[in-house]
């Protein structure tokens, strides 16, 4: 099975300032989504990365996927309290969709 | 478009009893799968289903039964409730057959078992 390894596995920021989240995968991936969840509510896709040197961005949110090292890095320019929440990568090994093990991120005003 | 729609979005069950989760999506998706969620465990895959009358076993199986009758619905049973199904559990669905197409998530099911 695949398995997604996610770090730090939470991270407390104040407001302004910049984070990185990795997620590490155990398998080659050829794919990786990435979600963020509000405590206690569903997931909100943010962006999928689908070949080697890929690099998006949404508002200030930039992720890459890095296909050799097998990772994925999400990156958040000037933390807003918005920001706060979980953090998920996720990744296809066949027909099984599986994530990371999760980043809690917690952004003081 | 409602997305996909899961039911209830709270419920409590005795230890023993049985359930059905609804899942439900208009979106013509043909993989749906189900996750639960707990504490430091991240989600982990319950089963999903790649069409009607189609379904497979994932991580987390056991307590667990499918069906996939329809394309739009995708329901959750568990057949004697267990205190280790505290959790909550989510509904997906996406387009099969496409390479790396995004997942579409329900709102989730708050599960206790007492």
């Known amino acids: 099975s695949q398995e997604l390894e996610q770090s730090p596995q939470s991270l407390i920021v104040q407001e302004g300032k910049n984070l990185t989240i990795n997620c590490t995968s155990s398998?080659?991936?050829?794919?990786l989504y990435w979600y963020k969840q509000k405590y206690g509510e569903g997931l909100i896709f943010l962006m999928m990365l689908q070949k080697g040197g890929e690099e998006k961005s949404h508002e200030k949110i930039t992720a890459k996927l890095d296909e050799k090292k097998q990772q994925s890095s999400l990156h958040i320019t000037a933390s807003q309290p918005s920001h706060a929440g979980i953090y998920l990568c996720g990744a296809f090994s066949g027909n099984q969709f599986y994530f990371g093990t999760g980043t809690s991120l917690t952004v003081i005003p | 478009n409602a997305g996909v729609t899961q039911t209830p979005k709270f419920q409590v069950l005795k230890t023993g009893q049985s359930m059905t989760l609804q899942c439900a999506q208009d979106?013509?998706?043909?993989?749906m799968s189900w996750y639960r969620q707990d504490p430091g465990m991240g989600l982990r895959l319950i089963h999903y289903?790649?069409?009607?009358?189609?379904?497979d076993q994932g991580e987390v199986p056991n307590g667990y039964n499918v069906s996939r009758s329809t394309t739009e619905d995708f329901p959750l049973r568990l057949l004697s409730a267990a205190p280790s199904q505290t959790s909550v559990y989510f509904c997906?669905?996406?387009?099969?057959?496409?390479?790396?197409?995004?997942?579409?998530f329900g709102q989730g099911t708050r599960l206790t078992v007492v």
């Open positions: 289903s790649v069409g009607a009358g189609i379904t």
């Open positions: 997906a669905s996406r387009e099969q057959g496409l390479a790396n197409t995004e997942a579409f």
């Open positions: 979106m013509n998706h043909e993989y």
């Open positions: 398998k080659t991936l050829y794919g």
